[in-house]
């Protein structure tokens, strides 16, 4: 009896190693390994040549480290932000590579349909292969503190507006696929404030969770069309986080945007960076009372930068 329990453990225990040892092996493929192999080749031959990506939120931070890694890339682009004066500087930095791209100068944070129709009107004549939605917007307070206007404001940039242009770019996904006979991509940013329950950025933690819940079953809707990639980045050195301490897990958005794009067709979810990645494996691992203490009190920092800065 006791032999028999002996051995039960000894086989159950032997399951474990396994299966730790297989995720270590994953982690380190993804996180290690895919960033370094060489991306341009692999992204045209999977997309198509020449065909289109639109990134909202293109004009800075993330989205314009993505416009600029697509570019080298040779992929065109409908490049999509607030100010038409940064979007016009971008596109003529981008079409030096030889590509082309269009400009959509919209507030995404007015979700009605005349705002959703001016993009959809610049990709119809074109073969869209990328959608990455990226446009978003922070706040770091406690709840009953933020303004309602930053309520409203937050909901219809991060949570209207990249569930409106998920769903009405899909179709143009799929026309992609079905008249080139190759996969197509959407990426959608999101953020590990969205992964777990962040005490001070709770609204913003919601929104990401809820970009991240809207991606993850599209990945598997469409997993005969589509790459579908639900990214949860960490800290970036961009105007969002200005205000911040840099940070050893403070990455450029290049870097991000090459880690995401590394992930694109090989993973459904991904923090990007291994740094990003490690932290997020950290703090799965503190007690829950010690990391809302923890997120709750940087949180609250961050929202005295944000507004030192005037946001
Ligand atoms: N930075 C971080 O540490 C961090 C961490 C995790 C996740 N993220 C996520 O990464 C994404 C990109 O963030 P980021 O740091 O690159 O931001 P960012 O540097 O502040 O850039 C924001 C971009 O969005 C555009 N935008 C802002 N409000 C808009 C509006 N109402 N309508 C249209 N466009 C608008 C801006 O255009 P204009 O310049 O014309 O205003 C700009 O191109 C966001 O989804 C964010 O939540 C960021």
Redesign the pocket.
């Known amino acids: 009896m006791i032999l028999a329990a002996l051995f039960l453990f000894q086989v159950l225990g032997a399951i474990l190693l396994v299966i730790a040892a297989v995720n270590v092996a994953r982690w380190l493929w993804q996180y290690t390994w895919l960033p370094r192999q060489l991306q341009g080749s692999r992204l045209a031959e999977r997309y198509g040549p020449g065909s289109w990506a639109l990134i909202?939120?293109?004009?800075?931070?993330?989205?314009?480290?993505f416009a600029q890694k697509l570019a080298r890339y040779g992929f065109n682009l409908l490049l999509?932000?607030?100010?038409?004066e940064?979007?016009n500087r971008l596109q003529t930095e981008l079409e030096t590579f030889g590509i082309h791209a269009r400009t959509v100068?919209?507030?995404?944070?007015?979700s009605s349909e005349p705002t959703y129709s001016l993009i959809t009107a610049a990709a119809q004549d074109v073969d869209l292969s990328i959608v990455i939605?990226?446009?978003?917007?922070?706040v770091h307070q406690l709840y009953a503190d933020i303004p309602s206007s930053t309520v409203r404001?937050l909901l219809?940039?991060?949570v209207n507006?990249?569930a409106i242009v998920t769903h009405t770019t899909l179709p143009l996904l799929l026309r992609h696929t079905a008249t080139t006979g190759r996969r197509g991509a959407l990426l959608n940013?999101?953020?590990?404030?969205g992964r777990f329950y962040w005490p001070g950025t709770q609204l913003?933690g919601a929104?990401?969770a809820f970009?991240d819940h809207l991606t993850v079953p599209l990945a598997f809707e469409y997993r005969a069309q589509l790459d579908v990639l639900s990214?949860?980045?960490?800290?970036?050195?961009?105007?969002?986080?200005t205000g911040?301490e840099p940070a050893a897990i403070?990455i450029t958005?290049q870097a991000?945007a090459h880690a995401a794009l590394s992930h694109l067709g090989r993973c459904v979810t991904s923090h990007g960076h291994w740094r990003h990645a490690m932290l997020a494996a950290l703090f799965s691992i503190l007690p829950s009372k010690l990391r809302n203490r923890i997120f709750l009190k940087n949180a609250l920092e961050m929202g005295d930068a944000e507004r030192a800065k005037g946001n």
């Open positions: 909202t939120g293109a004009s800075d931070g993330l989205g314009k480290a999509v932000s607030r100010t038409q940064k979007l100068c919209a507030d995404l944070s007015n939605n990226c446009v978003g917007v922070t404001h219809s940039l991060n507006t990249t940013v999101g953020s590990i404030v913003y929104c990401k970009i990214f949860q980045p960490t800290v970036m050195a961009t105007a969002m986080a911040t403070t958005p991000a």
